[in-house]
């Protein structure tokens, strides 16, 4: 009796890459394209979801010569904390500033991890504030206002 060789996880993620890839793809043909020497504003995106559809079928092909590991433990504790602070960011950077926001996501964001006590999640969440004020307000000179309306009096 011989056993098949698939890995079904690998197959799913291949098959969601696809799926993503070619929405993506449909969707910036609605934009021009230009050419490789004059892009236009749907030509990074189109490259990138072709991109993402290639990897796609490189991951469902290669599902079909590998054997398959059983599924572990689902990590609750990252889930219940990695995705809300990128919402949350979203929902309070107009209000509260980049700054503010962004240090209240990464400190959320940190209690994923079971070995990060409190003192430590503040200290992650100020270097990681630091070092991206750093970065994108006066290395990149991005425009927006590090502290928002809501903390004016």
């Known amino acids: 009796m011989t056993s098949s060789r698939f890995d079904r996880t690998d197959a799913l993620c291949g098959g969601l890459f696809i799926a993503l890839g070619l929405f993506f793809a449909i969707q910036s043909l609605a934009l021009d394209l230009g050419t490789t020497f004059r892009m236009g ?16 079928l490189v991951i469902l092909f290669q599902s079909f010569n590998k054997e398959g590991e059983p599924f572990g ?3 609750w504790r990252g889930i219940l ?6 919402i949350l960011f979203g ?14 996501a990464s400190f959320v964001a940190s209690f994923a991890s079971q070995k990060l006590n409190p003192l430590m999640a503040l200290a992650l969440s100020a270097a990681i504030t630091v070092f991206s004020v750093a970065v994108f307000s006066y290395a990149l000179g991005l425009p927006f206002e590090r502290f928002g309306p809501w903390l004016r009096f």
Request: net charge positive; proline share 13%.
């Open 41 to 56: 504003p749907g030509y990074f995106p189109f490259v990138l979801a072709c991109i993402l559809t290639l990897l796609g």
């Open 73 to 75: 433990k689902l990590a």
């Open 81 to 86: 904390f990695i995705l809300p602070a990128p």
């Open 91 to 104: 929902m309070t950077v107009q209000g509260l500033g980049f700054v503010p926001a962004l240090f209240i």
